[in-house]
């Protein structure tokens, strides 16, 4: 098969052809259908996830079909068009157990545990626990931008954050995650203040729900501009970026007893942020992460997709080829484009 290989890190990957992977007994291996470019995968290349071994295959958010399957496997057959969550469980641990396969003490990761998606086929373990069956009105592109980035931002928004209608939501950060968020805590009714610095990401936030923006660049105080707009401050605000600036905005824009949402990856020289903990002291603040989503609550985001819901198609700013994808990838840290590159040819 080909795939993109990164064989140093930070070195520019390259398009090898590679043996097709063959799936374990409780495995699968999927044909790859669509595939995002995230910047995890940037995080990947550059070498600050410990668990990858070059050479290596990056790509975590992907959809596609069913190319063969392990003899343990009970739910799926070939053909079955799946996606999964960019963090799979093992099915025997403790939080397995409490349905909590997105911190799994075992946990897979196709893209960084083992070689993942910016190929023409990926192998998935425990397949029965893992795989979740598309709707089939749903292209693969639109499911390969749900990917890590808008099933995580689901998880942050409804379950960790606890959006409600009426609540004011802080989004720092309009990339992929950010604009999920947006695009979410609105459908739940919120008000969003989106925050980035560039204005053709915040005028597509407001594209996706958002009731106001503010560009950082512009404003002498990111934290009082929402404590402005909100009337004293975020009920949630979510860093969806991974900066030190951005988590540290996020948590000081809260009003009382207001929830702080971590689900842009902190790694590098962000891993370790200066928290303002006599805020979260006296105003009773919560600080929470936001690690996936388990694949058994793909039903519940499914149900708010549609034409009176929410509609992540219109996160995919652009599609790629495979060989095109080095050039995404290698980019990343600079912040180009808008919404979601998928690559959908191979």
């Known amino acids: 098969m080909k795939a993109v290989m990164v064989e140093s890190f930070g070195a520019r990957p390259r398009l090898r052809t590679v043996p097709d992977p063959a799936p374990e007994s409780h495995g699968a291996v999927i ?14 290349w550059v070498g600050h996830d410990p668990d990858i071994r070059l050479p290596h295959v990056p790509g975590h958010e992907f959809a596609g079909v069913v190319e063969a399957v392990g003899s343990q496997v009970r739910r799926w057959k070939v053909g079955d068009r799946v996606t999964m969550p960019f963090v799979a469980g093992c099915g025997s641990c403790p939080e397995c157990h409490s349905g909590n396969q997105q911190v799994c003490d075992h946990q897979f990761q196709p893209g960084f ?54 609540q004011w939501v802080a989004v720092h950060g309009c990339g992929g995650v950010g604009l999920s968020a947006v695009m979410i805590a609105s459908a ?37 501009a929402v404590r402005e707009i909100t009337g004293g401050g975020a009920h949630v605000s979510l860093d969806a970026l991974g900066h030190a600036l951005t988590c540290f905005n996020s948590i000081s824009c809260l009003r009382k007893r207001g929830r702080h949402v971590q689900v842009g990856l902190m790694l590098g020289e962000h891993t370790t942020p200066a ?10 603040l919560e600080i929470l992460g936001s690690h996936g989503m388990q694949a058994h609550r793909y039903d519940t985001l499914f149900a708010m997709l549609g034409p009176d819901g929410m509609d992540p198609s219109r996160l995919v700013g652009r599609t790629v080829s495979l060989e095109q994808s080095i050039d995404v990838l290698t980019a990343m840290d600079s912040f180009p484009g808008v919404g979601v590159t998928v690559i959908n040819a191979f």
């Open 31 to 44: 044909r790859v259908m669509a595939t995002g470019v995230c910047r995890s995968d940037w995080h990947g």
């Open 113 to 166: 545990t083992h070689w993942g998606s910016f190929a023409e086929y990926v192998a998935v373990h425990q397949a029965d626990l893992n795989l979740v069956r598309l709707p089939e009105a749903m292209e693969f592109s639109t499911a390969a931008s749900l990917g890590c980035r808008f099933v995580t931002s689901y998880r942050a928004v409804v379950d960790q954050g606890r959006v409600s209608a009426g």
């Open 188 to 224: 739940a009714g919120a008000r969003v203040v989106a925050v980035d610095i560039a204005d053709d990401k915040l005028a597509l936030a407001r594209q996706l729900g958002a009731s106001a923006t503010v560009n950082a660049t512009g404003v002498a105080d990111v934290v009082e």
């Open 275 to 284: 928290i303002p903990m006599s805020r979260v002291i006296a105003h009773e």
